[in-house]
T-cell receptor
Framework: EAGVVQSPRYKIIEKKQPVAFWCNPI?????LYWYRQNLGQGPELLIR????????DSQLPKDRFSAERLKGVDSTLKIQPAELGDSAVYLC????????????FGPGTRLTVT | QQQVKQSPQSLIVQKGGIPIINCAYE??????FPWYQQFPGKGPALLIA?????SEKKEGRFTISFNKSAKQFSLHIMDSQPGDSATYFC????????????FGTGTQLKVEL
């Protein structure tokens, strides 16, 4: 069974540029999460989707971050414009129906903003 | 406010030793306490988890000890191996809070030969 797929794996951009990350969850997993992991820290939730509905986006900086999961499967996280402080690893995770406590993480996208 | 405090930040043990990583939480609504293992360049992977109705859980060489009254839980790795060298994160969530995971800051474990 394929795991959570993320692309790109690495991205280097200049500040003020836009960037987008893509995630394809495990087949059948209806809950999708985006986390940000700063260097030397644990992941922090940015947004959680149940199917195509964002049910928790309280930690998403909405002035520059946006996310979508149009068909309830894959998802895109966008930053526009990026700031130096956005440099981090962006992790996507998914969980199966009725098993939200067990989250499977993708390998992440390492973003460097210069 | 950091709701899950993890220590130590880093740990070096000899092969066969028993590293112990500790976590403390504040939110009494937490009812699920997983440990994740993360290797460089990889996402965190669920290692073992416990709910507060038991005080200990073992899976292979990994054991969680849970103290509900002290609001603390710990991970013990028996007969540690160099392949266990990784970063370990404790986490906590509440079913009433949408199972949102709150992670600790991580412990970098190195197991030396």
């Amino acid at each position: 069974e394929a795991g959570v797929v993320q692309s790109p794996r690495y991205k280097i951009i200049e500040k003020k540029q836009p960037v987008a990350f893509w995630c394809n969850p495990i087949s059948g997993h209806n809950t999708l999460y985006w986390y940000r992991q700063n260097l030397g820290q644990g992941p922090e939730l940015l947004i959680r989707y149940e199917n195509e509905e964002a049910v928790d986006d309280s930690q998403l900086p909405k002035d520059r971050f946006s996310a979508e999961r149009l068909k309830g499967v894959d998802s895109t996280l966008k930053i526009q414009p990026a700031e130096l402080g956005d440099s981090a690893v962006y992790l996507c995770a998914s969980s199966a129906p009725g098993h939200d406590d067990v989250q499977y993480f993708g390998p992440g996208t390492r973003l460097t903003v210069t | 406010q950091q709701q899950v405090k993890q220590s130590p930040q880093s740990l070096i043990v000899q092969k066969g030793g028993i590293p112990i990583i500790n976590c403390a939480y504040e939110n009494t609504a937490f009812d699920y306490f997983p440990w994740y293992q993360q290797f460089p360049g990889k996402g965190p992977a669920l290692l073992i988890a416990i709910r507060p109705d038991v005080s200990e859980k073992k899976e292979g060489r990994f054991t969680i000890s849970f103290n509900k009254s002290a609001k603390q839980f710990s991970l013990h790795i028996m007969d540690s191996q160099p392949g266990d060298s990784a970063t370990y994160f404790c986490a906590a969530s509440s079913s009433g809070g949408g199972n949102k995971l709150t992670f600790g800051t991580g412990t970098q474990l190195k197991v030396e030969l």
